[in-house]
């Protein structure tokens, strides 16, 4: 056997077709015949719908239809499937493919235009003339969730979809004794995803071949099928679903959409093929985004900083519909106690509706919102009792030898909580020694004396990566004698190929540029779920290596019949199974891959099926835990409220490392996403209308190259115990302690001026309001 490749740094595989412009998205898709969509989109938050006027849009040259509900067919005159379903939801309200007879957001769709051209279908869709009776609408979660307040759906009696507990320990009697109790109020913002491609669909209708074909910018394109087999009444095996390249998709394009459904629906009609791609202002008003959330926080601790107990309260703002049932909320309080050992925890959710878009998970889902709360809670534990905010973290973090720890959480299922492996402590420790905390101090007195507010922030995290129950993986040898390996699941320009390409290269000891990969598409054998929650790596990798080792064994058994020696005495070079020590007696992996196609006539060799090749599927029990900590160094400008990032750096610990290159770029995406969250990103809507106030890239800001500090990492790998590789997540790492990371330093800076900072993100405007509260108080 020639280097492993798992753990070696490996030039991503997909780019050389990228950077030749040879890359294939849904938009490069053209078809011949195909007509393209654009949709007429409510510009009410809340309203009925009196009557539609298409008739001037139906007599444009180049129109082929206008449709509006009822013109889909008697099979479209229902909602929307739930995703995932759950007896916790009291209120089960997904939309229709097109509005009924009411809209509850800015961007609901009312009605199509499918022309021949998407210039044309646009032009159509702006002479729909739609007939509103406004109606009383709450874009507050705070208004929505009030006794009394304006129905998000007509006759609605409450706005609350679902409350949802966390609980475990006994958090009264641990605050009945506790010496200390801290309580605070957050606030945290609603966000957009904004993956560089939008979201796009092709449908066609093959009726000779009796199957609907759908390419969709998809993270899900098995769970596509499934959604569109069960709403359309038909058989999985009819519908193929296909996710070409996918330019990011950061969670929401793991859902199901009504866009999906009308092109299906349009297709099947006309015969023709049907684009919809999404322009970034519909990305702005109907693409799901994330929060906001409203938090009320005690913290029960001892003198040492040794947290006790946590109890919470949270309202949660999921938009007008609950498209992907309760997933993003329970993920926003499954995360606690987080690392730490925390004995007991409370924590309520209330799931409520606004006339907003929905909410679904964006990178890390509620994580995000869980290290938030839990990070702020340390800090808060460490001002108070004026302790060092890394020794509070210490002294409460589960340690080393607890692993695999409990944390007395049971998920609905009925599955323990159970973290697999870490090193916490020492993943702090690490950072804090790469980023000079401990010189800090000389650097804030020297920056002070020139006049400038500098801080620094810490914050750690765990994540349940890799979550069950499989994504399977079929790993094939070619004729050629190449290595094919075909996933269901898809990429987003993660690396997913080269990696892959890695695990499956070092069973047969052969490069990765010898491995064909084939991902995201269901036509493939393997069955897939999803590329969501940092999963695929720890789901889907552990697959692909089970089902290599399966071909290696299966290829060393034929070759030892072959070449008429025992098992053991063979190994496996460079692509060919020879005798060890003897390299002359070989035969290549092709040569054994067409003796298992064979011809007609021609038996198998016995006891071997045809084709060399498995299919494997790793169903790991529970997630494994990554985890990590970071430090921010920041300067805060006192005058404008202008916050510079000075510096960030990162230890973090996802297992074995595949590929430490696509790793690290995992991470630094992460960070970046998490430094937008902190400050730049903010979907408003003005109470009073109702309208999306932030819809263009002017108003709602996203951090570019100047506003990224330098990104230092550190790589710890504790390998978890759950999977052949080792491996866990990484995805997500970045994001999820980043904004508390990020709105520590920023409050560590204005320490001196006693301003706390509980919110996010922090505009200039907003941080200079606190400095302006704090000195009118003094």
């Known amino acids: 056997m020639g280097a492993r490749n798992v753990g070696a740094v490996v030039k991503r595989l997909e780019d050389p077709r990228f950077l030749a412009g040879l890359g294939r998205y849904t938009d490069d898709i053209v078809l011949p015949g195909m007509l393209e969509m654009a949709f007429v989109r409510s510009s009410e938050a809340h309203a009925a719908i009196r009557s539609i006027d298409a008739s001037a849009a139906k007599a444009v040259p180049g129109v082929v239809a206008v449709w509006t509900l009822p013109d889909l067919g008697a099979i479209a005159q229902k909602p929307m499937l739930q995703s995932y379903p759950s007896p916790a939801i009291k209120q089960n309200i997904t939309q229709y493919p097109l509005a009924r007879d009411e809209v509850c ?23 729909v003339t739609v007939d509103y009776d406004s109606l009383p609408h709450a874009v507050d979660v705070r208004d929505a969730a009030q006794t009394g307040a304006a129905p998000v759906h007509r006759g609605g009696q409450t706005n609350v979809a679902a409350t949802v507990a966390w609980k475990f320990g006994d958090a009264a009697a641990a ?21 560089m491609e939008g979201r796009g669909v092709i449908a066609q209708n093959d009726v000779a071949a009796g199957q609907l074909m759908l390419w969709s910018s998809t993270q899900s394109p098995f769970l596509v099928r499934r959604y569109l087999a069960q709403y359309l009444e038909r058989e999985e095996a009819a519908i193929r679903v296909m996710a070409p390249d996918v330019g990011g998709g950061f969670g929401p394009k793991a859902g199901h959409y009504p866009e999906e459904l009308v092109a299906a629906l349009a297709a099947m009609k006309l015969g023709r093929p049907v684009k919809w791609i999404e322009d970034r202002r519909e990305h702005f008003l109907t693409t799901t985004q994330q929060r906001d959330q409203w938090w009320e926080v005690e913290v029960a601790c001892e003198p040492s900083g040794k947290v006790q107990a946590i109890r919470a309260k949270c309202l949660h703002d999921n938009g007008a519909y609950l498209p992907y049932g309760l997933l993003l909320p329970m993920t926003s309080i499954v995360p606690f106690p987080g690392p730490y050992a925390i004995p007991s925890v409370e924590v309520t959710l209330d799931c409520v509706f606004t006339n907003a878009v929905p909410t679904t998970p964006i990178r890390g889902a509620g994580r995000p919102c869980a290290a938030f709360i839990l990070e702020r809670s340390m800090d808060t534990v460490a001002r108070n009792l004026g302790i060092d905010r890394a020794e509070v973290r210490r002294v409460n973090f589960v340690r080393k030898d607890q692993f695999p720890y409990e944390t007395g959480a049971r998920l609905p299922t009925g599955v323990t909580i159970q973290y697999d492996s870490g090193d916490y402590a020492g993943c702090l420790e690490r950072v804090l020694s790469s980023s000079g905390q401990s010189g800090f101090e000389t650097r804030r007195a020297q920056a002070a004396k020139d006049g400038r507010w500098v801080g620094l922030g810490i914050a750690s995290y765990n994540e349940d990566t890799g979550l069950p129950p499989y994504e399977g993986a079929t790993v094939k040898v070619l004729p050629s004698g190449r290595i094919a390996v075909e996933l269901g699941s898809c990429a987003q320009g993660q690396g997913l190929e080269t990696i892959a390409a890695q695990i499956a290269a070092d069973q047969f000891d052969v490069d990765p540029q010898d491995v064909v990969v084939r991902t995201g598409d269901t036509a493939i054998g393997a069955i897939a779920l999803s590329t969501v929650g940092s999963r695929v790596a720890s789901t889907a990798g552990p697959s692909i290596h089970l089902a290599a080792m399966q071909v290696r064994d299966k290829a060393i058994r034929l070759a030892a019949l072959q070449l008429e020696t025992a098992d053991q005495d063979l190994e496996i070079t460079r692509g060919s199974v020879h005798v060890k020590g003897v390299a002359e007696r070989k035969i290549t992996l092709g040569e054994l891959a067409k003796r298992l196609i064979s011809n007609v006539n021609v038996p198998l060799p016995g006891g071997f099926t045809p084709g060399l090749e498995a299919t494997a599927y790793h169903t790991p029990p529970r997630p494994v835990y990554a985890n990590g900590s970071n430090v921010a160094e920041v300067e805060v400008d006192i005058e404008t409220g202008m916050v510079t990032l000075l510096g960030y750096w990162v230890a973090h610990d996802c297992g074995t490392l595949i590929n430490p290159m696509l790793v690290e770029g995992q991470i630094i995406g992460g960070v970046v996403h998490g430094i937008g969250n902190a400050l730049y990103e903010r979907m408003i809507y003005d109470r009073d209308s109702g309208q999306p106030v932030t819809t263009n890239f002017g108003d709602y800001l996203l951090p570019i190259a100047t506003e990224m500090p330098p990104i230092h990492l550190e790589h710890m790998e504790t390998p978890s115990p759950l999977n052949p590789l080792g491996v866990k997540g990484a995805g997500e790492g970045g994001t999820i302690p980043g904004i508390a990371c990020i709105v520590s330093a920023v409050e560590d800076a204005l320490r001196p001026l006693g301003v706390k900072v509980n919110e996010y993100p922090i505009s200039p405007e907003r941080l200079l309001q606190l400095i302006d509260e704090k000195r009118s108080m003094t």
């Open 105 to 127: 957001y800015v961007g609901e769709a009312i009605a199509v235009v499918v022309a021949e051209s998407r210039y044309v279908a646009e032009d159509a869709a702006a002479l």
């Open 175 to 195: 605050f009945a004794r506790a010496p200390h109790v801290f309580h605070e109020s957050y606030h945290q913002h609603r966000g957009a995803p904004h993956s």
